[in-house]
């Protein structure tokens, strides 16, 4: 499976972003898939995730209740909605397929990444 983000840009602090993750191939059902992000000079973090038939989602305590993140597998393609948004969230975001799935699985297809910045 290729994973190939879009969705980022520019956004004023409390506005709202979609992510849209589209994947190639026809495993993707087969993958659990989840969403990290970057920040500059930080090390890559774990942001959410859901499992294949979308039964089980996780989040990051710094996301919850602000991020939902779905899947459409008809579409082959996962989603982050992020709402409420502040400056911390300003990252380069990836998605990433895994067989494991969950925050601590082990991700083993990654995007090629898209930039949010949330301006104040």
């Known amino acids: 499976v290729q994973l190939v983000e879009s969705g980022g840009g520019l956004v004023q602090a409390g506005g709202s972003l979609r992510l849209s993750c589209a994947a190639s191939?026809?495993?993707?059902?087969?993958?659990?898939m989840g969403w990290f992000r970057q920040a500059p000079g930080k090390e890559r973090e774990f942001v959410a995730a859901i499992s294949r038939s979308s039964r089980r989602t996780y989040y990051a305590d710094s996301v919850k209740g602000r991020f939902t993140i779905s899947r459409d597998n008809a579409k082959n393609t996962v989603y982050l909605q992020m709402n409420r948004l502040n400056s911390e969230d300003t990252a380069v975001y990836y998605c990433a397929a895994s067989l494991v799935g969950g925050p601590n699985g082990e991700y083993d297809v990654w995007g090629q990444g898209t930039q949010v910045t949330v301006s104040l």
């Open positions: 191939g026809r495993s993707f059902s087969t993958y659990s």
